[in-house]
């Protein structure tokens, strides 16, 4: 999971998540379900990790929407977002290696976790 994380990170901050979404998650789901892990629980931490990179310079895609919106330069916006990218990035670590955290809901509503990693 730290791999496939650290992949996103990297791969957020320089291509679309339509790509993300369309080409990577299919080609790492063999993977994942070799590795039983989750796939609830994979497609919670992939859509965490396609949120940061959403604001993750240097693509920022959130960034220049929001600057374009507020008149805000993106430099201005750059300065203020670091924490929030930080605590993010931790609050996906905590999903990705606590797996207790994304199953939990659905577990209540009958879900059972299909990987071995819950």
Known sequence: MFAVNVLFILLGALFDTLLLLLVVIPMLMPM????????VHFGVV??????IGLIHPPMGQ?????SGITGIKV???LREIWVLLFMMIVALFVLAFVPVITLWVPEMAGYVPQGTFH
């Open 32 to 39: 994942v379900r070799e590795l039983g892990i989750d796939p």
């Open 62 to 66: 959130v960034l220049f929407l929001i």
């Open 46 to 51: 992939s859509t965490v990790n396609m949120m």
């Open 75 to 77: 430099s201005a916006i």
